[in-house]
């Protein structure tokens, strides 16, 4: 398995809000809302812990997955909020990252 | 010196200078090095332009003689004299500058005093103006220096409007325009609100002169710490630290309205709160807002208003975050009703989405959605980050303290029984 780093970007705003995180993407104004295991993903992605980690110390630690389908669930979580730009990711530790 | 100077000092530091009862220009805001540099944001027209040119005034009799040319222009009622301190190439020690405004300074003027620059011969230099016997403006320093600076035209008229808190003077010329103003944000004039924000109104018979298409649509956008705000109507600037700016417009009522819709959106921005497309109605001390698209129903909403209901506005909600709670305050901006709201605010209650139906009913929103509802009706005008983030971090708050429900309707009166405390 290919080590990941995920980061938050710089150009989204985010703030909990009834039991989820809500996150704006600054670029185009997209909505998201992310359930408990998302957002524990999503407060993870410091550039520098490889995600198959963050899912084993946030994900498993804490729900009741099994760490393949978990890893899975995150990939996938990870390309799509990727795709919209507010995610950042690399095979590479992310150290800082400029506005998008 | 050796001449008494035709004129009192009002101020020594950036000193300026009066002649009799004539007004001051307001240049407090004009320092550092070079006064173009670093004037107000201003219509081009109105800009103040420097032209320095040696002059022969060693000579104290040529000293007194300029004083005395400047006298005469001092005799047109318009005139007004300023001095300040800047440095100089020759180190001189100060310069008092003299001026006199000019409605009628045209950029070819200008250029006539730019092209002068250069002469030895003050008189040469006056006569540039044409018919009109003066410059636009002499800086005459007391060592040889004498720079001309075309000051701006005073404008005549300064209307305040002050909605939800924050006063916009509107500064025009035209009495034509001052009226239309009058008429439009009558309920809502307030000369003794705390200045925020000056904007000089350019009037124009047509609305753009620069091959602009009249049906542009808005476009705003900040560019080195000014916001440059346009529609196929009109054309405006503002710098918000310094909380002036210009719009050129045609005499009419909606592009200043729209101007205004801008204004307020980006300054709410800054300070937690937000415009939306919302009718608001106060009831028992207490705000109720309606929120959706065109054709929601907001004027409809607002029109089946019970009698003992106060109308903020049946289309633009102003919305501030307050001490404990958030507050709508009652807007000049109408929709259909073509009425201004009540001057007034009021604590909100609830945010209802509006939705027509075949019977009136409540239900609950799930957060995602109160967030995405209100973000959607939102004004937004500007593609810009920051700002984004602002309304964002503003309307979840708003979302986590207000409660937002849907409110489907069928327009009759009866849809006010749901509305309650």
Known sequence: MNSKYIARSSAIAARPLGGEMMIMSARDSTLFSLNEVATAIWEAADGTTPLADIVVLRVCAKFEIDPETAYADAEEFVSNLAQHGILLVSDQPIESQEEL | ?421
């Open chain 2, 1 to 421: 010196m050796d001449h008494e100077l035709p004129f009192s000092v009002i101020d020594d530091d950036f000193a300026r200078f009066q002649v009799g009862n004539v007004p001051t220009v307001h240049f407090n805001d004009i320092t550092g090095p070079h006064p173009r540099q670093h004037a107000r944001t201003r219509h081009p027209e109105l800009h103040p332009t420097e032209v320095v040119g040696d002059f022969d005034c060693q000579q104290a009799s040529r000293r007194s003689a300029l004083i005395q040319q400047l006298l005469h222009v001092a005799a047109y009622d318009n005139l007004l004299l300023l001095a300040r301190q800047f440095p100089t190439p020759t180190s001189a020690p100060a310069s008092a500058m003299v001026s006199k405004t000019s409605s009628e300074a045209s950029s070819g003027q200008r250029r006539a005093a730019h092209s002068g620059s250069q002469s030895r011969n003050c008189r040469e230099e006056v006569n540039h103006n044409g018919p009109n016997p003066g410059p636009d403006c002499l800086l005459y320093n007391l060592d040889k220096r004498v720079s001309i600076l075309v000051l701006a035209p005073e404008l005549r008229f300064v209307v305040p409007v002050e909605i939800g808190g924050v006063a916009v003077h509107l500064r025009t010329d035209s009495a034509e325009f001052h009226q239309i103003l009058l008429a439009r944000y009558g309920g809502f004039l307030n000369p003794d609100a705390r200045k925020r924000l000056e904007f000089d109104v350019v009037i124009r018979s047509s609305a753009l002169d620069d091959g602009t298409s009249a049906d542009e649509d808005v476009n705003v956008r900040l560019s080195q710490g000014k916001w440059l705000l346009s529609r196929g109507d009109f054309r405006a600037e503002w710098e918000m630290t310094k909380g002036l700016g210009w719009v050129q417009q045609s005499a009419n009522p909606y592009s200043i309205d729209t101007l205004l819709r801008i204004v307020h959106s980006l300054v709410l921005a800054q300070e937690g709160g937000f415009l939306l497309h919302a009718a608001s109605v106060v009831r028992h001390g207490r705000a109720f807002l309606f929120s959706g698209i065109s054709g929601a129903g907001k004027t409809t909403i607002s029109r089946l208003a019970p009698h003992d209901a106060t109308l903020l506005t049946d289309e633009i909600s102003y919305v501030r975050r307050g001490a404990n709670l958030y507050q709508a305050y009652g807007t000049p901006f109408a929709g259909e009703l073509a009425k201004p709201g009540e001057n007034i605010s009021a604590p909100i209650e609830c945010v209802y989405l509006l939705d027509k139906d075949s019977h009136n009913h409540v239900e609950p929103v799930t957060t995602v959605d109160a967030v995405r509802m209100l973000m959607r009706n939102t004004l937004f005008f500007a593609d810009d980050r920051e700002l984004v983030k602002n309304v964002f971090y503003a309307v979840t708050d708003f979302v986590s303290r207000v409660p937002v429900r849907r409110l489907a309707f069928y327009p009759d009166e009866r849809v006010w029984e749901l509305v309650r405390l």
